[in-house]
């Protein structure tokens, strides 16, 4: 059990001392929902319906397993710190009152707390987490390595998904969307001209490439293939195959030679073609 905590990483509670983690444990207040006001550093954009809806049933059927955490504002009402999927679900089914953990904290604390808690969902996309770790480095002036040891996340993956915020905003909204996974996106980053990233990502979704045929697309891209490799390809595409083909060739002439298939029929009909020339 310990070591699947250390996998999924530090959660909000381990930002807290010891002493400020009884204290919250032991002072949970139900609160009046209509003097709750949301968070405005909340990093979310997206709320998923389908699992809004789903939390709705388990609060109608068991109640709030989890309260949510607000912070006191000047005028005696309360400004959520976490917790809003909890607090629409409530809003959604007309309760009056909502658990709460009662923090001081101020705006930076919120924030922090805020981001620390949203990197630990599950259903959040690879975008939201970048752009979650891009502002606890920014806003929190943190470095890689300290973000890592705050959050018990491996320094090279916070650096994957950093990078992913390089790639064209078309792109980005295509892993948000589901479109097309980050492997798709890591794949992509290794192309430097937005032009051709985007002709990429056009194929990857046209032809439902995979990131193992993606990669090969981008090395292929990279490595500028001699006439005689385009020729081939092309020869196969056109006369024979009828399917994208790709071709990488390394620098001590081995390579490798993948076609790509949508469907069993598809694959049936292309092993026919290459039994058949047997």
Avoid: W
Avoid at 197 to 209: H, V
């Amino acid at each position: 059990m310990a070591n699947k905590k250390q996998v999924l990483g530090r959660g909000l509670s381990a930002m807290l001392s010891s002493n400020e983690t009884d204290t919250i444990k032991s002072s949970v207040n139900e609160i009046n929902i209509d003097e709750i006001s949301v968070n405005p550093f909340q990093p979310r954009s997206n709320f998923n319906n389908t699992s809004l809806q789903e939390l709705i049933v388990s609060i109608k059927n068991i109640g709030i397993i989890q309260p949510i955490t607000v912070r006191k504002t000047e005028n005696n009402n309360y400004q959520l710190i976490s917790g809003e999927r909890r607090l629409r679900a409530c809003k959604e089914i007309g309760l009056k009152n909502i658990p709460a953990f009662v923090r001081e904290a101020n705006d930076q604390d919120s924030l922090e707390m805020a981001l620390v808690e949203n990197i630990h969902r599950q259903d959040l996309d690879a975008i939201e987490i970048a752009i979650s770790y891009q502002r606890l480095i920014e806003e929190i002036n943190l470095t890689q390595e300290e973000l890592s040891d705050k959050i018990g996340k491996n320094r090279t993956t916070i650096s994957n998904y950093l990078r992913l915020l390089k790639l064209d905003p078309i792109i980005q909204s295509g892993i948000r969307d589901g479109f097309i996974s980050m492997g798709h996106g890591r794949a992509l980053i290794n192309v430097n001209s937005n032009k051709e990233q985007l002709n990429i990502y056009k194929k990857i979704i046209s032809k439902n490439l995979s990131v193992r045929n993606t990669e090969l697309l981008v090395r292929d891209l990279k490595g500028k293939p001699s006439k005689v490799t385009i020729k081939i390809k092309e020869k196969f595409k056109s006369s024979l195959l009828q399917t994208e083909v790709f071709i990488n060739k390394g620098k001590n002439g081995k390579g490798n030679f993948v076609v790509n298939f949508d469907n069993e029929i598809e694959f049936e009909r292309i092993n026919k073609l290459f039994n058949d020339k047997q």
